[in-house]
């Protein structure tokens, strides 16, 4: 199969995040606009161009005070800066379906190189007659190379949020004619 333009079919799809709270738990949520740019053979992503927009103003972590806390200049500050963003700068194959994506981070006003595990998880044709390629990704950040270092001490030792990021990507990407 030769390159193939993809969209990412939103309402099958999910970027999630979870970072620990308190030193004992993790707050998870989720972000619900996103969109990428894609050319790829699903069937061998390591020539593929990839770009991965979120808009962070759509944070949910299913508490109101805390997303807005979030989308303010403590944490994202999504008037200023209302997108994270990354660029694929390398594909490397890990095995049957398994990739090390590189790329371009940006978030913040900061760019960095970071990787993420992907898998290829097949495709299909839905019951339309479209052909539907399904991947996911896994990865980490950490918030404080971005900037974003509001945080507080407990008086048990230890800070209330930790700095590690967690980031989940469930994709169904839908191919253009």
Known sequence: MTKAQWVVDASHSEVGFSVRHLMIAKVKGTFHTFDA???ADPNDL?????AFTIELSSVDTRNGDRDAHLKSADFFDTEQFPALSFKATAISKKGEGEYIVSGDV???GVTRSES??????GTSRDPWGNTKAGFSATGAIKRSDYGLTYNAALETG??????EVKITLEI????QA
């Open 37 to 39: 740019s894609i050319a």
């Open 46 to 50: 390591t020539s593929a161009d990839i």
């Open 106 to 108: 940006s978030l913040h």
């Open 116 to 121: 993420f595990d992907v898998t290829f998880e």
């Open 158 to 163: 230890g800070v209330m949020i930790g700095d």
């Open 172 to 175: 169904e990407a839908l191919q």
